[in-house]
């Protein structure tokens, strides 16, 4: 079957949502740069002409390490201002993640030890340490753990030994209720380690079913330095990628760039069980998959055949508002659609009037008061119904 191209479902969404600004089909944070960084990671040459522009793009497209390849390799010209900026933030990105691949190698084996669970990493050296033939040229952040949903606080408990705490958002069990991780953080010095204790891949409920019990099936070993950790087969890492680049406005190339790195590899058998896995799974997963694939064929170009075709996209909800919306809030609208009864004004309050601790863990404890943290809030708020400028 020759490769399809998803449609966008733009006069399905309900509540008479599209009055609201829409995205342009495709689009991503930094239009006007990111067609050369996606030129850039096809080997092909290029020069940059606004370079502050290009800086910025390339930081947040989480590109760096392949710009600064390219330009060691004469195939980018590259402003030296440019070069040097770019070669102080990724030397710092790159010093993080070190620090997590290390912590990785701790708390996998300390979860394991308090918990008898055994925690599946879903993002971060899954995929740097799996895909990418140098782990630096994919940094993170922190680190992304799928365990049981009954044994988030059996987990968040036994790390506690280890100095991470629960960083609240909005109000005591949002993130079970709403959400789809616990964020717990620990800080060392000036440094913090985050982790991110998923119980099932994004808000929406088309990433429901890839929870722990589903990824463990056909799970594998990777080393990361000298400890083997537990991460996704290639097929459900290729379903989680897709839930995750559509779910989050961010937008990231490097997330297009890593599922392209797992499709292209990717064996006929486990090419063909992805399209498989999805069908079965419903809710519009294999839709998913197919855009998913639809931006990497976009932006960076994938020559292989799809053995199903896309189908119906997923009931409305988070994933689609974050895919159709321009809005900054899109995430909750979707949520918000999504809900049903008492669980929309339970989740409108969470949001609108969240604790202390809640503030903080949402828009940045930093010793601030509280008028100030309400007026980051509101800010926020603000800013999540106008059109973004980027």
């Given at each position: ?32 740069d ?17 370079s ?181 087969s ?27 790195l797992?499709?292209?590899?990717a064996?006929?058998?486990e ?14 997963l ?36 974050v ?8 995430p909750h ?58």
């Amino acid at each position: 079957m020759p490769r399809e191209t998803t449609t966008a479902p733009r006069s399905t969404s309900p509540w008479g949502l599209t009055v609201l600004p829409r995205r342009t089909l495709y689009a991503l944070p930094y239009p006007d740069d990111v067609r050369l960084l996606a030129a850039v990671i096809g080997r092909r040459e290029a020069t940059v002409h606004d370079s502050e522009s290009f800086i910025e793009a390339t930081i947040h497209h989480n590109v760096v390490g392949y710009i600064l390849d390219a330009a060691s390799r004469g195939r980018l010209q590259l402003p030296e201002a440019a070069h040097r900026a770019l070669t102080n933030s990724h030397l710092r990105r790159v010093a993080r993640t070190g620090l997590l691949r290390r912590e990785a190698s701790k708390i996998a084996p300390l979860i394991a030890e308090t918990t008898g669970v055994t925690p599946i990493f879903v993002k971060g050296p899954a995929i740097g340490d799996r895909f990418y033939a140098d782990w630096k040229l994919r940094p993170y952040a922190d680190l992304d753990l799928m365990v049981p949903a009954p044994a988030l606080n059996a987990v968040a408990t036994g790390l506690a030994a280890e100095g991470y705490e629960v960083v609240e958002e909005f109000r005591p069990g949002y993130a079970a209720r709403f959400g789809h991780d616990v964020h717990v953080q620990r800080h060392h010095g000036a440094t913090s380690r985050d982790v991110e204790l998923h119980w099932r891949i994004g808000d929406d409920r088309v990433g429901s079913p890839l929870g722990h019990a589903t990824l463990l099936r056909g799970a594998e070993r990777i080393p990361v330095g000298r400890t083997p950790i537990l991460t996704p087969s290639l097929t459900n890492q290729l379903l989680i990628a897709s839930v995750h680049l559509l779910s989050d406005r961010a937008r990231r190339l490097a997330w297009i760039n890593d599922i392209r790195l797992m499709a292209e590899p990717a064996s006929a058998d486990e090419w063909q069980a992805t399209f498989e896995t999805a069908e079965a799974v419903g809710g519009g997963l294999l839709w998913v998959l197919h855009r998913a694939l639809d931006y990497v064929d976009h932006y960076l170009g994938l020559e292989r055949d799809r053995p199903l075709p896309a189908g119906p996209p997923p009931p409305y909800g988070p994933l689609r508002a974050v895919e159709e919306l321009d809005l900054a809030a899109a995430p909750h609208v979707g949520r918000l659609v999504a809900l049903r009864g008492f669980d929309r004004l339970r989740y409108l309050g969470a949001v609108a009037v969240p604790t202390r601790a809640g503030l903080e863990g949402t828009v940045g404890g930093d010793g601030a008061g509280v008028p100030t943290l309400l007026g980051r809030h509101a800010g926020r708020a603000l800013r999540g119904v106008m059109r973004p400028q980027r």
